[in-house]
T-cell receptor, first 108, second 115 residues
């Protein structure tokens, strides 16, 4: 069975500080990992995918298979980064498993 | 369409009633997914369509839940004899690759409240 754990329900940082949102997963195969974001009063949207190794809005995430982690990082947080962030794991079986999310608040 | 459209955006129904939730995916997206999100939790998988057929319905909680996609585009999630525990946001997503490994485009959800 696959599982995604986001250990922090709430995370608060000051503007300009580094931020790291933690994600750990369990899956016996080779997963595809994603981060989704939901800004206030907006729909859930894809932020970045492990498969594309991209940086979106200054965020990056590195898959660490040894630690089974896919933490989301940004060196200098901005107020507009305040949102709910979900880590998700997908397999070729079709469905995705989501963590329960971390609410990030960036204070001025 | 320009995005994934879900209707209605809100639905209040009485316990025991039947409801239908509609999802109109992005044109050309062959894969369509239904998820359910309860307060304080992440989206939980319900069912996945590839074209007209349900490729995986393992997430449907019981036989009161059923979904169809007869022409391979619009999908309807049907819930019979609703219970208060069915109250949640029901999310629809579609994907162009035929699978989830390129990420989803989500609709804005239908908030179902069973009273």
């Amino acid at each position: 069975a696959q599982r995604v754990t986001q250990p922090e329900k709430l995370l608060s940082v000051f503007k300009g500080a580094p931020v790291e949102l933690k994600c750990n997963y369990s899956y016996s195969g080779s997963p595809e990992l994603f981060w989704y974001v939901q800004y206030s009063r907006q729909r859930l949207q894809l932020l970045l995918r492990h498969i594309s190794r991209e940086s979106i809005k200054g965020f990056t995430a590195d898959l660490n298979k040894g630690e089974t982690s896919f933490h989301l990082k940004k060196p200098f947080a901005q107020e507009e980064d305040s949102a709910m962030y979900y880590c998700a794991l997908s397999t070729n079986a079709g469905k995705s498993t989501f963590g329960d999310g971390t609410t990030l608040t960036v204070k001025p | 369409g320009a995005g994934v459209s879900q209707t209605p955006s809100n639905k209040v129904t009485e316990k025991g009633k039947y409801v239908e939730l509609r999802c109109d995916p992005i044109s050309g997206h062959t894969a369509l997914y239904w998820y359910r999100q309860s307060l304080g939790q992440g989206p939980e998988f319900l069912i996945y369509f590839q074209g007209t057929g349900a490729a995986d319905d393992s997430g449907l909680p019981n036989d009161r839940f059923f979904a169809v996609r007869p022409e391979g585009s619009v999908s309807t999630l049907k819930i019979q004899r609703t219970e208060r525990g069915d109250s949640a946001v029901y999310l629809c997503a579609s994907s162009s690759s035929g699978g989830p490994n390129y990420g989803y485009t989500f609709g804005s959800g239908t908030r179902l409240t069973v009273v």
